[in-house]
């Protein structure tokens, strides 16, 4: 539906997306950045902004929804931007809070208004589950050159694989890619450093998670958007240090659901995905990892009649490294209650069973000879008797140097097909 809205210096309106605005008159605000007559606002599907008129202004709208509200963010978020200009350069902020609390929201805001004072600033985004600057599943920076109204718009400069779009999975990764990230946006020049984190704050695990990022960055200033009381079973574990701690109100927030969500990350996967070929890898000429597959030895052919004895049929594929036995199995037979024999044969290793079926489609990260992120790919097929891996990516193959397998399948149109879990049998 098309709007002709007419809105007087200091209104506010949200914008449910998809949208289109465009600013026949005057200049209004999103989350800082400016926008004057002539210029497009763009709001994708399943995202939702506020904009203030900073003059009389006149919008033409296209949206399903649109509704005038008393503030465009919280009136004390515009505390931390005075608290910003205190704190010492190059300052890392981090910013934590439940689900659908404002973080990304709240994150492009004090970007946009640090970008105004002249402030270089880079964005960490650590939402694996709804990644804005990179893939799903990744930990992402990027470099924030010209104010956005999105997180989305913030170009990727670099990223690390955590492999799930759920942080508790790989709470390690977690830790180890936002600490590579930012410093790596210092490393660029970075003055101020945001990070923004997953909403997975609540119990004993997510609180680790947060105190362990918390430990490790040493933030200059930590941002919690709460509701209730929700972070404050993390801050706790700060109540005795000099850690520079801002409690702000969440946003009266446009909950997200699941499909929501899901869409959204199906958007993201696209885009990474977007130009992509069948490509062929050599197995021998390239590091594998994140799986017990290709980390050890073909089994020989004494070992290999034993193990298709004990299974009562050939597996497709059989690896022994010192520590583990990797079996890749036909779809159709089971085997369960063999394992206990295969564990007397292979002491003391850990056994993983795989379908054969089941790391189609797997999304991996590809990196290049000095472990540095190049981009996402699905993994197609393994051809095991020739060693060869069939990937779709837009990764130029010959500058991989090793493949990081995910544990979640996407189709190469960015579609969600579900997760793998290794089967690892105890025997
Ligand atoms: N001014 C606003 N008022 C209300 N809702 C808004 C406003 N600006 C954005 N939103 C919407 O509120 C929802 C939550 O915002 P946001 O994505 O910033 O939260 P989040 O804490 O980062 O969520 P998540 O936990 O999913 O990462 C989103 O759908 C967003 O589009
Ligand atoms: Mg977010």
Same mark, same amino acid.
């Given at each position: 539906m098309e709007h002709v809205e007419n809105v007087n210096d200091g209104e506010c309106i949200l914008i449910r997306g998809p949208a289109n605005i465009e600013v026949k008159e005057g200049r209004v605000t999103v989350l800082g950045g400016t926008f004057d007559a002539g210029e497009h606002i763009m709001i994708p599907k399943g995202k939702t902004l506020s904009l203030k008129a900073c003059t009389s202004a006149i919008l033409r709208i296209v949206s399903s929804s649109i509704e005038r509200v008393?503030?465009?963010?919280?009136?004390?978020?515009r505390i931390a931007v005075e608290e910003l200009d205190k704190v010492e350069k190059p300052a890392v902020v981090i910013v934590i809070g439940g689900v659908d609390t404002g973080k990304t929201t709240f994150t492009v805001f004090l970007g946009n208004m640090a970008l105004k004072k002249g402030l270089r600033v880079a964005i960490v985004d650590a939402d694996v589950g709804q990644s804005d600057i990179g893939p799903p599943c990744f930990v992402a920076m990027g470099l924030l050159d010209k104010s956005v109204v999105?997180? *989305?718009?913030v170009e990727l400069n670099d990223a690390y694989f955590v492999g799930s779009t759920t942080p508790s999975a790989y709470p390690h990764r977690m830790v180890t890619g936002v600490k590579l990230m930012v410093e790596k946006a210092l490393m660029l020049g970075s003055e101020v450093v945001l990070v923004d984190t997953p909403g997975w704050i609540s119990g004993f695990r997510a609180r680790d998670l947060i105190i362990s990022l918390l430990h490790v960055l040493r933030p200059s200033i930590v941002v919690a958007l709460q509701d209730?009381?929700?972070a404050e079973g993390i801050l706790k574990a700060f109540s005795s240090s000099e850690m520079h701690i801002i409690r702000l109100p969440a946003l009266a927030s446009c909950k997200r659901n699941r499909e929501t969500r899901k869409f959204l990350r199906e958007m993201a996967y696209r885009k990474h995905l977007h130009g992509g070929i069948n490509v062929e890898l050599d197995i021998n000429k390239v590091s594998v990892a994140?799986?017990?597959?290709? *980390?050890g030895n073909t089994l020989s052919s004494d070992e290999e009649r034993k193990v298709s004895g004990i299974l009562g049929v050939s597996p497709v594929y059989a690896e022994a490294s010192f520590d583990t036995l990797t079996l890749v199995l036909p779809s159709y037979v089971d085997v369960w209650e063999k394992i206990e024999m295969l564990g007397l044969l292979f002491k003391g290793r850990e056994v993983y069973l795989l379908r054969e079926e089941s790391l189609e489609n797997l999304l991996v990260a590809l990196l290049d000879k000095r472990n540095r992120y190049l981009g996402v790919g699905i993994l197609?097929?393994?051809n095991y008797a020739t060693r060869k891996m069939l990937l779709y990516t837009s990764?130029?193959?010959?500058?991989?140097?090793t493949v990081l397998f995910g544990s979640v399948k996407v189709a190469e149109n960015g579609e969600e097909m579900g997760s793998i879990q290794l089967h690892k049998v105890k025997v």
């Amino acid at each position: 539906m098309e709007h002709v809205e007419n809105v007087n210096d200091g209104e506010c309106i949200l914008i449910r997306g998809p949208a289109n605005i465009e600013v026949k008159e005057g200049r209004v605000t999103v989350l800082g950045g400016t926008f004057d007559a002539g210029e497009h606002i763009m709001i994708p599907k399943g995202k939702t902004l506020s904009l203030k008129a900073c003059t009389s202004a006149i919008l033409r709208i296209v949206s399903s929804s649109i509704e005038r509200v008393k503030e465009d963010v919280p009136s004390q978020w515009r505390i931390a931007v005075e608290e910003l200009d205190k704190v010492e350069k190059p300052a890392v902020v981090i910013v934590i809070g439940g689900v659908d609390t404002g973080k990304t929201t709240f994150t492009v805001f004090l970007g946009n208004m640090a970008l105004k004072k002249g402030l270089r600033v880079a964005i960490v985004d650590a939402d694996v589950g709804q990644s804005d600057i990179g893939p799903p599943c990744f930990v992402a920076m990027g470099l924030l050159d010209k104010s956005v109204v999105d997180m *989305s718009k913030v170009e990727l400069n670099d990223a690390y694989f955590v492999g799930s779009t759920t942080p508790s999975a790989y709470p390690h990764r977690m830790v180890t890619g936002v600490k590579l990230m930012v410093e790596k946006a210092l490393m660029l020049g970075s003055e101020v450093v945001l990070v923004d984190t997953p909403g997975w704050i609540s119990g004993f695990r997510a609180r680790d998670l947060i105190i362990s990022l918390l430990h490790v960055l040493r933030p200059s200033i930590v941002v919690a958007l709460q509701d209730n009381e929700e972070a404050e079973g993390i801050l706790k574990a700060f109540s005795s240090s000099e850690m520079h701690i801002i409690r702000l109100p969440a946003l009266a927030s446009c909950k997200r659901n699941r499909e929501t969500r899901k869409f959204l990350r199906e958007m993201a996967y696209r885009k990474h995905l977007h130009g992509g070929i069948n490509v062929e890898l050599d197995i021998n000429k390239v590091s594998v990892a994140y799986t017990t597959l290709f *980390s050890g030895n073909t089994l020989s052919s004494d070992e290999e009649r034993k193990v298709s004895g004990i299974l009562g049929v050939s597996p497709v594929y059989a690896e022994a490294s010192f520590d583990t036995l990797t079996l890749v199995l036909p779809s159709y037979v089971d085997v369960w209650e063999k394992i206990e024999m295969l564990g007397l044969l292979f002491k003391g290793r850990e056994v993983y069973l795989l379908r054969e079926e089941s790391l189609e489609n797997l999304l991996v990260a590809l990196l290049d000879k000095r472990n540095r992120y190049l981009g996402v790919g699905i993994l197609k097929k393994i051809n095991y008797a020739t060693r060869k891996m069939l990937l779709y990516t837009s990764v130029p193959p010959d500058k991989v140097a090793t493949v990081l397998f995910g544990s979640v399948k996407v189709a190469e149109n960015g579609e969600e097909m579900g997760s793998i879990q290794l089967h690892k049998v105890k025997v």
